[in-house]
């Protein structure tokens, strides 16, 4: 019959599609969640990194205490790791090697919000006309936007100038600047360059992306003397200055590092040094890429984009469960699916 025909035609385009995922690296348990995707999206195209990392190991090394934070308002209680007391300001602790694995799996996020954290954060010339209005729509719901705005301050296109000489995507950089800075104005003191404590040193010094501000420097002297130091530091003194300055030291330090997208920012598991694995990591909140993929897949489609051509690189480990299994040790069954 015709509609017999027609399912086995769609079979078949299945599989030749499940073909060509495996010849890009993945494993079986990754194609059908990322072949439905692609069904959606068609120009999304996805692309393999393989870390050579066992999964368990890989989990274990980012289970180590004091790496990663999870807030304190997690509902699941097996994503908390009493055993370490370490914490992050803002109610962060230390999360469990269930949480790790969790959010360490990438099959987890395999959804049209959450896919950005592999998107390839490089300067792509075929969003030129839209990325200044994308990335406004990011930052538009922000204190930090809004006081500059009303200083006259043209922050999207800021950032589009400096990201474009870096050769780096302006949405990303307006997605970061939003993880870091937050919504309100907790961070009123890095973005605002009138702080005059410290008689007055660091007045007109800014520092949108929070370097610098580590826990341990954060645990001993706050959030305003560890970014502005860094800001005095790096001679960002100025709007100008302190984005430019922040956007090239990301694209410098992380993109052309092979740290191109969220998740290997926040989980370096592919570094081109092999002396950084598991180091060199940009944020330390479990959820930062999670979140920031969010706000890029907004920007994409407020502006009518999010169906352009896309290419996504996600990692794949050794020996990862053939079905998702993020067990509250964070290991895998026996059942393994080596890519």
Partial sequence: SETATKDYQEKEKLEDYYKLLRERNFPDSYLTYLAE??????NWQFQGINTNLDWSYAVMRESNCGVNYITNKTYDKEFFDTSCTKTSPGNYVAPSQKAIAYYMD?????????????????????FENTYVSSTKSIMSNSEFYKYHTNLGNNLENLVFTYSKNNQVSPIFIGSRITQELGRKTSLYNLYSGVY???????????????FGVSDSCVAQYGSTYCGLEYALKSGWKGIDAALNGGITKIAKNYINEGQYTGYLQKYNVVPNNSSLIFNH????????????????????EANNIVDSYFVFKVPVYKNMSATINNSNSGAVDSNNNTP
């Fill in 37 to 42: 995707i692609h069904a959606r999206h068609p």
């Fill in 106 to 126: 990438p099959r987890n996020f395999f959804t049209e919000k959450y896919i950005f954290q592999f998107l390839n954060q490089a300067y792509d010339s075929a």
């Fill in 196 to 210: 005059t404590g410290f008689e007055n040193k660091y007045y007109g010094y800014m520092n949108f992306f929070n």
């Fill in 281 to 300: 990591q940009y944020m330390t909140a479990v959820d930062a890429a999670v979140n920031e993929s969010k706000l890029n897949y907004s920007a994409y």
